[in-house]
């Protein structure tokens, strides 16, 4: 588990496992149940099932395969049932490909529903069970970028040049310590002293996601613990910023708007999930801090997958 999850104490990943372990069970069962009704009477007439038959008709081999429910019972069986169940097997042994199966089975269960509104006339339960199969593929993604934050973790003494070099200092503020690693990683680099800003709000789980939101969204300054660090005292200055919601991170904001004048020279780096730049972020730290940076990194960071976007000046990478 990260440093964020521990001091949290609370498992994203836990719960959507739980949440997939549960889709993966009602769809497999639902479809075993269906395939069975299927098998055992073929005909479909003691279930009333034969009513279906006719619509069958418009998809292809129909002559072969539709006119009775063994072929859609076999079908069924596999496609939804034995799969699904397989996957919900290997959930509950904790198995990471039980993760990736789980949120696949619900696009396959999607894909199979869309032949369905090509049959059937618009009818609620096809309908209902294409939004399962989106909630059950939404809760495999969800399981495993939470599987990946949680896995991340940044070990401090991995990095033993950081604090050799007292002239130079590294300020990074990180949710989920991608930010602390490139912090780390350029401390390391030039042997600069490390300093973390801290929110005084909450930003960690998924309250904390949606709570870091508002602040990102309203442009606000998150408030943070006093600055414990005497910023004239150093040459030189790297601010390690993630990005939120297409700007810079509200507690960095807040970090930059009490550090104006205080810092001589300042380079950044930015880390955030899509391939931008975000050079208005490197823009309104400068106007923050008075002062016009030296160099710019921006990193895109797919759950701990890191690529330099930009390098600029002496904080390239
Ligand atoms: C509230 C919030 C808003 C975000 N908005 C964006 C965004 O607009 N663009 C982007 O690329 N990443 C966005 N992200 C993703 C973070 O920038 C990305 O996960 C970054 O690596 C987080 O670094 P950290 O773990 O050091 O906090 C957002 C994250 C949060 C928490």
Redesign the pocket.
């Known amino acids: 588990m990260s440093d964020?999850m521990k001091k949290a104490g609370h498992s994203r990943y836990r719960v959507a496992r739980r949440l997939l372990i549960f889709w993966t069970v009602f769809i497999g069962l639902g479809a075993v149940a269906g395939a069975a009704m299927m098998l055992i009477d073929p005909s479909g007439r003691i279930m009333g099932m034969d009513a279906m038959l006719p619509y069958f008709q418009v998809l292809p081999f129909a002559d072969v395969l539709f006119q009775d429910l063994f072929f859609s019972g076999m079908a069924l069986l596999i496609v939804n049932g034995l799969t699904n169940l397989t996957a919900a097997v290997l959930l509950l042994k904790n198995k990471p490909l039980g993760v990736t199966l789980g949120g696949l089975f619900g696009v396959t269960l999607m894909l199979w529903i869309c032949i369905q509104f090509y049959m059937f006339p618009p009818n609620f339960m096809s309908t209902i069970y294409f939004i399962f199969g989106l909630a059950q593929a939404a809760t495999g993604y969800a399981a495993r970028v939470f599987a990946g934050?949680e896995a991340?973790s940044v070990r401090e003494a991995d990095y033993p040049h950081v604090g050799e070099n007292p002239r130079e200092l590294v300020v990074?503020?990180?949710?989920?310590?991608?930010?602390?690693?490139?912090?780390y990683e350029a401390a390391d680099r030039t042997g600069a002293e490390i300093y973390e800003i801290r929110a005084t709000e909450r930003?960690e789980g998924t309250l904390?996601?949606?709570?870091?939101?508002?602040?990102?969204?309203h442009r606000w300054d998150m408030p943070i613990e006093p600055i414990s660090i005497d910023l004239e005292k150093y040459d030189k200055v790297t601010i390690?910023a993630?990005?939120?919601?297409?700007?810079l991170?509200?507690p960095v904001r807040a970090f930059c708007r009490q550090a104006a004048g205080r810092i001589k020279k300042a380079d950044y780096i930015l880390?955030?999930?899509?391939?931008?730049v975000?050079e208005n972020a490197a823009r309104e730290m400068d106007g923050l801090l008075g002062i016009r940076h030296t160099g710019l990194v921006s990193?895109?960071?797919r759950?701990g997958k890191f690529r330099v976007v930009r390098s600029d000046g002496p904080a390239g990478v």
């Open positions: 964020t934050q991340f990074y503020f990180s949710r989920l310590g991608y930010g602390k690693k490139l912090a930003t904390g996601f949606w709570w870091c939101g508002r602040f990102a969204m390690c993630p990005i939120w919601d297409f700007s991170a509200a880390v955030h999930h899509t391939g931008g975000y990193v895109r960071n759950v």
